[in-house]
């Protein structure tokens, strides 16, 4: 038995193409204590699974709460005078619009409105001392983040960009999220979807986002080391969570509909490509002021040629990242970005990029797995419904 | 009486008579993790001892099952399709995949018995 050539983990990096030593996050040894599984991803030793199993952490995250150590993201806060109008220059995304104590989810563009990175872009504060000095708070992607703190300190030059070495960043994700954070750190019950709260203040602050990678209600804590560790242990105390690993971390996003950055989107995507229209601000389609805003604006008014879509298959099958995408007379149309089996689905799903005219919700289309036609269906994203919270009833 | 023979690549072999009953070993289904498919032969293929004789998907990959001897497939696991967890929860008996009539006994002396097999997950662990 051994792995299929075209088909071996896209989660895993080959050890040979880094020569240096793999880092590990805060959580190590408590991820070495819990019998994980632990593989190299993005430069770290992560855990892929605990000895749960892939199946049965996403489904536990889905009913009551699991735990993820994401601490090997890219954390930073960049500051500075008009800093969101500023970052406005790399991205897409409405900035200037963003309230204190709101989160964004945009994207780097380079010159051809191509993806660099997503991240989430937080206005921790917005001003300073009365004058315009203003705090985002970004998280970018672990594979991504060398080359993303590069491009800000390259194009930003006049901003400040602390990043956050010594902070672990917590996923704890699922129904019971916010009961079971509340025993831990005031004031998060009642927080909005996409807002983030400040507990305490310099160097051992807390900041404490509501959202996440799964389609779940869920919480992200980024914190400092030490204390990070601890929280995450009495986090793990209460019955009613489980650790979780970057296996179950991909099942879960891809039920939800949600890109991995280096597979969904790359270099070769636009946001509009994407699907990630709804991301790009009302403002920034008519003003630009962003790499490739020309590019962008003219598949927003044409349409792109091609789109992501998500594919679910009549058969229990998987068709995996690279599989070819043809109609069901046999033209090759596009290909699978990200796929797997979905356990809350209980089927196989996928989502890849098909040439515009098949992206129709419900368009029959053949993956093509091992010389054999799969066939499957356009369907519409997220494969789960989400379950963000929406706040207390009127 | 039937005797497990093992390959190096963790398939075994459960030979009974002139048929042999394959399937993955315990240590094989604990490094795939859950098994979400199986994709079998069809029932009267040639296989040769080497050759994949079948695909199994685990959430994370696809992993190729090589036959450990040559000969016929004259059955598949069928239950499979409807419960490949069978594959993790119990390799050896629910979680079957194929029998092969085997067409050179001596291919089975080139496999590992039951202590050499242990002897060789001890060397790889």
Redesign the interface.
Known sequence: ????ST???P?AESLRSSELPLKTTPLHALHVKLGARLVPFAGYHMP??YPT????EHLHTRRRAGLFDVSHMGQAVLSGPQAARRLERLVPGDLQGLAQGRIRYTQFLDADGNILDDLMVTRLVASLDGRDTEQLFLVVNAARKADDFAHLREHLPDLDLAILEDHALLALQGPVAAEVLARHLAGVADMPFMSMRTIGAGHSRIHVSRSGYTGEDGFEVSIPAAEGVALAERLLDEPEVKPIGL?ARD?LRLEAGLCLYGHDIDRTTTPVEAALSWSIGRRRRIEGGFPGDERVRLQLDHGPPRLRIGLRLEG???A?EGTDIATVEGVIVGKVTSG??G?SVDG?IAMGYVDAAHANVGTRLHLMV?GKALPAIVASLPFVPTRHFRGKPA | MAEFRYTKEHEYIKVDGDTGVVGITDYAQGQLGDVVFVELPPVGKQVAKGAEAAVVESVKAASEVYAPVSGEIVAVNDELEAAPAAVNQDPAGRGWFLKIKIRDRAELDGLMDEAAYQDYLATIS
């Not at chain 1, 038995?1 to 299929?4: E, L, W």
């Not at chain 1, 199993?53 to 049965?56: D, L």
Request: proline share 12%.
């Open positions: 038995m051994a792995p299929c088909t071996w983990d989660m892929v699974q199993g892939i199946i049965a296996g099942t229990r099958a998987p995996r797997g089996f356990p196989s091992r």
